[in-house]
């Protein structure tokens, strides 16, 4: 699958002019939008590197997908280039970190957010550096409450499971027939009501968590991190299929580029068929950012 015309132009807008130099009256003129900049990456692991299958722990990159992700990581290791312009990498996730990590093996130097924001680390050349994810003894109990609810509200209802985070849980409905499933749904939103907590909608999936967090909140906190490293303005691609990547999508800017994996309603500006579309823009991307 290639990109549509109008993202793969919006990835090079993104990357900024081609560095030219000769001859040197051809230089373009910098475009004082993407000058300078700093540009972060950050994209959603499931339903948009890996395709989505049944079991979550079966899920992988495709082949595209993890050259891409594996090139522009590169790119990100590099020295700054004359040209000033730095460049991150962040997978921004709703599985958990240590799962993100195990399951995207991504290279060194990749900033990590799972949990939806809840947790957050890098990876290093000896694993993941990891911020701690401190709950208080409230949100331990509530917790506690949340996983006992949540198993009631899958058990006897056919294909229902339910997945414990470190600061979440996730109903997955997935392998259910339609009248469990939403039986099952029904249940969690009720436990997630009861308890003063937020349902999240997902692909198939139920996520409440004890830690309020978006992939808004998180992706903010990511630019403000890479502004406040690089003394430079911060433009943002971000990339994902879920529901709850539109958090992500409200708080792009101008000059920011949003991409939506797949069909369905989207606050973003641009849309690919699926992850090896979103892999070949990310070549055309660091085709622009390589030169
Ligand atoms: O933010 P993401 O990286 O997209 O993670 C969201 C959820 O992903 C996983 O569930 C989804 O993928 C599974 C494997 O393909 C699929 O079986 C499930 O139906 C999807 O919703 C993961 O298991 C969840 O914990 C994440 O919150």
Redesign the pocket.
Known sequence: MTPTDDAAVAALRFAGPPDRVDPPDRVDPPDPATARCARLVAL?????L?P???V?SA?TMTPAARAAVDRLAALAARPVPPSGDVLRLALV???NLTDLAARSAAPAGTWLVGSHGAETGRVTSHGVDAADLHLSPEQDATLAALRAGMADAAAGRRGAWV?DKPSAA?L?T?LSPAPDAEAAVAAADAVASRLGLHAMH????V?VAVVPTSKGIAVERLREETEEDTGLRTLLLYAGD?T?DEAAFAVLRPGDLGVKVGPGPTLAAHRVADADALAALLRTLADRLEH
Do not use: N, Y
């Open positions: 959603d692991f499931d339903g948009t890996a989505l299958v049944d979550p899920a996730s709703g599985r997945q996730v997955h997935r997902g692909k198939d999936v996520e879920d709850t």
